[in-house]
């Protein structure tokens, strides 16, 4: 009997919940908010809301908004678990990707890239510096003027090219491709990076999915990896 009111204990949170997650998600849609996903949050009390509009956390009645970063504190220090939820997304997308493995992989990042950034290009003169260091780096397109844009359409061409890797070594050494495709590809990734926060280029998220904002030389970043 014990076990029997427990479980419909536990259905009616859950229906409590879901009536809760519905009303808040209305709400937001009528903010203009959408493709509104949420989940349970690590702090008690708030829902994560992933949307097109990055990630937030909801009070449980929805009256209130919050923004930020979630640091979970451990006997290891502190760590910053606010984009642990896009992690499976940003991995959902692995064969989408152009990677320049390391032989000897020590750590794999993941950099929103754009073709017209400056830094973006200093990164890319550098991958066989990075390898070398035990650093994979795996490429996602962030076109900075948007999904309409003309460098969106040169970008797509390059992710979806016969093969990405030199179709991209050609593009950073000058050589743009002339046929222009529909962003289908870039569009995903454009907007994983929306949800990412990402705002420049190049951005580059680490496996534990912390945000490094900016260029770093081979050693800087294998030391913020590794620090």
């Given at each position: 009997m014990k076990k029997i009111m427990t479980a419909l204990s536990l259905l009616a949170m859950s229906a409590g919940a879901m009536a809760d997650d519905a009303a808040l998600k209305s709400k937001l849609e009528k903010l203009g908010v959408k493709d509104i996903e949420i989940q349970s949050s690590p702090i008690k009390g708030l829902r994560t809301v992933i949307?097109?509009?990055?990630?937030?956390?909801?009070?449980?009645?929805?009256?209130?908004l919050l923004q930020g970063n979630i640091y979970k504190l451990s006997d290891k220090g502190i760590s910053n678990i606010s984009n642990n939820v896009?992690?499976?997304?940003?991995?959902?997308?692995?064969s989408e990707m152009i990677v320049y493995p390391a032989k000897n992989e020590k750590h794999v990042v993941t950099v929103f890239m754009d073709i017209t950034c400056h830094y973006c290009h200093l990164l890319h003169q550098q991958?066989?510096?990075?390898?070398?260091l035990g650093i994979t780096i795996r490429y996602l397109a962030f076109p900075r003027g948007g999904t309409d844009s003309k460098t969106a359409s040169q970008m797509e061409a390059?992710?979806?090219?016969?093969?990405?890797a030199f179709a991209l070594n050609e593009a950073e050494n000058g050589n743009l491709p002339k046929e222009l495709k529909t962003p289908n590809m870039?569009?995903?990734?454009?907007?994983?990076?929306i949800q990412f926060g990402v705002n420049g280029t190049p951005t580059i998220v680490t496996s534990k999915g912390e945000i490094i904002g900016g260029y770093l030389k081979p050693?800087?970043?294998?030391?913020?990896?590794e620090g």
């Open positions: 949307s097109d509009q990055g990630v937030f956390y909801a009070e449980e009645g929805g009256d209130y896009l992690m499976d997304k940003l991995n959902a997308l692995t991958i066989k510096e990075y390898n070398d390059i992710f979806t090219a016969k093969d990405p870039v569009k995903k990734h454009y907007n994983l990076g050693r800087e970043l294998l030391a913020e990896l």
